[in-house]
């Protein structure tokens, strides 16, 4: 089967055909002018990229057996922008449309692109950060930010240092000569927040270097420290690390030494697969699509507070107890 996804729920509009692999995958990035998104001007831009990026993946439009959009979570105008073409393709090819759930595509693409079954995910990039994994049937979300994604607070920060636009890079680059300093490191329960960490760093005196070190040491030990306790509760082997700040070293190798001190083992997809793409959602789409989960158009509405939970995993069979 060969099942066409539309990416759209923020920055990066993307498209991609997945049959037995990947057939064709192509991504048209909105660039804000100035600072972070706007949420409207990323919809239009989606809008008028649509035909393009659906263009460039769709050679053999006979071929598709259905249409997977993200139907959430993620910034309104952009997910309706998705779901309007979304529903206009099926309808044109007379095909199934499938509602795919953003974070979720995360994981199984990543289960596909490293071959882990059955991992832990820690999904951190710009508006999200969230520590989940499958349990009887549902992903189980074991803690999230109760504020800001890991990410933008990094930008946030970034921003109000002058340095360029996404902070992320530039901090990790910073925090090779820092040394440590004391910032609030707050995990609750089994959540996290960041707002606190980012304001203090903002108001810091220190050298850069020795900040943007602390930074990342306090918020990338805080995502540790709540993967390793879903690892020990859910009773699994396997971490899978995926978003945008999965490109950072200093989090890779704080995760890799967390998992073989408990005999676990880490897994990281290549770049293509770790931020927002269409293959994700064209890969979840067609394992959805072939345990019979499409979506009729009545119930295809954008939802930008999809949750992982809400979803009923119904191409997983995996047997827990
Ligand atoms: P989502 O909708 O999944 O939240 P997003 O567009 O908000 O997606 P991504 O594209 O997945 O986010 O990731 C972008 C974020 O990743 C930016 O906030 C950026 O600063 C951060 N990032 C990129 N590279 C690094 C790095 N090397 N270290 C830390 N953070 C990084
Ligand atoms: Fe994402």
């Not at 509405?301 to 939970?309: E, F």
Request: net charge negative; proline share 5%; aromatic share 6%.
């Amino acid at each position: 089967d060969k099942v066409l996804g539309i990416e759209g729920t923020a920055w990066n509009l993307s498209a991609a055909v997945f049959g037995d692999g990947l057939i064709s995958l192509y991504s048209k990035p909105y660039q804000p002018v100035s600072g972070g998104i706007h949420p409207r001007e990323a919809a239009q831009h989606h809008a008028s990229e649509m035909r393009e990026v659906i263009a460039r993946v769709l050679t053999a439009p006979e071929e598709i057996e259905a249409v997977a959009f993200s139907q959430g979570p993620g910034l309104g105008p952009c997910l309706r922008t998705v779901a309007t073409a979304a529903r206009a393709l099926a309808l044109a090819l007379d095909v199934p449309l499938v509602g795919v759930n953003h974070c979720v595509a995360h994981v199984e693409i990543g289960r596909w692109a490293t071959g882990c079954v059955d991992p832990i995910t820690l999904y951190t990039s710009g508006a999200n950060t969230q520590v989940f994994g499958y349990l009887n049937g549902r992903y189980r979300i074991f803690g999230e930010t109760l504020d800001i994604g890991l990410g933008n607070g990094l930008d946030k920060f970034a921003r109000s240092k002058n340095l360029p636009h996404p902070g992320g890079p530039k901090i990790e680059a910073l925090a090779r000569g820092g040394n440590y300093i004391d910032l609030p490191y707050t995990v609750k329960g089994m959540d996290l927040a960041f707002s606190g960490l980012i304001s203090a760093a903002q108001e810091s005196t220190a050298p850069i270097e020795d900040v943007c070190h602390s930074l990342q040491e306090t918020a990338f030990a805080m995502c540790v420290e709540v993967t390793e306790r879903a690892l020990a509760q859910a009773g699994k082997d396997e971490v899978l690390l995926v978003g945008g700040v999965a490109a950072n070293t200093r989090l890779r190798e704080m995760l890799r030494t967390m998992c073989e001190e408990r005999g676990a083992r880490l897994f990281v997809p290549e770049p293509q697969f770790c931020g927002d793409n269409g293959a994700m959602i064209a890969y979840t789409g067609k394992v959805m699509f072939e345990a019979g989960a499409t979506l009729p158009v009545e119930a295809s509405r954008a939802n930008s507070h999809y949750r992982a939970d809400e979803v009923e995993v119904v191409w997983r069979h995996d047997d827990e107890t």
